[in-house]
C-alpha cells in the first residue's frame, strides 16, 4: 500500500488547513489510520488516530480540540482538519496505516507510511 500525503504549505497562525492522505489500494483487513508529525530536531509524535469505521478517534492532547480526523473509505482516503493552527504546529505531517482496526498512539502499531506533507505556521 503506498500513501500520497498532500494539503500542506505556509499559513499565518490561526488560519486553518486540511491533510488528505489517498491510499493506492484498499488493505485487505479493516485497518485504523493515523496521523504523526515530526518538528525540526524532534522525535515523530502521534497527533490522531481513527479506527476502521471512523466510530473511534484519539487525539494528542496538544491538538485535541483544534484538530479533526476523519476518513473515507469509499475513497480510500484520511484526512486531517487543522483549525486554529499555532507555531509548535509546524512539522511535517506523515499519514499511516495500522495493523489492527483500533486506534493507536504507538508508531510501531503503524505499517504503511505516506512521505509526509510539510506544515509551517508562522507567528
Known amino acids: 500500500v503506498q500513501l500520497q500525503a498532500s494539503g500542506g504549505g505556509l499559513v499565518q497562525a490561526g488560519a486553518s488547513l486540511r491533510l488528505s492522505c489517498t491510499a493506492s489500494?484498499?488493505?485487505?483487513?479493516?485497518?485504523?489510520m493515523g496521523w504523526f508529525r515530526q518538528a525540526p530536531g524532534k522525535e515523530r509524535e502521534f497527533v490522531a488516530s481513527?479506527?476502521?469505521?471512523?466510530?473511534?478517534?484519539d487525539y494528542a492532547d496538544s491538538v485535541k480540540g483544534r484538530f479533526a480526523i476523519s476518513r473515507d473509505n469509499a475513497k480510500n482516503t484520511l484526512y486531517l482538519q487543522m483549525n486554529s493552527l499555532k507555531p509548535e504546529d509546524t512539522a511535517i505531517y506523515y499519514c499511516?496505516?495500522?495493523?489492527?482496526?483500533?486506534?493507536?498512539?504507538?508508531?510501531?502499531?503503524?505499517?504503511?507510511w505516506g512521505q509526509g506533507t510539510l506544515v509551517t505556521v508562522s507567528s
Open positions: 499511516a496505516v495500522s495493523l489492527s482496526s483500533a486506534t493507536s498512539r504507538t508508531r510501531s502499531s503503524y505499517r504503511y
Open positions: 489500494r484498499r488493505t485487505s483487513s479493516n485497518n485504523a
Open positions: 481513527i479506527s476502521w469505521r471512523g466510530g473511534d478517534t
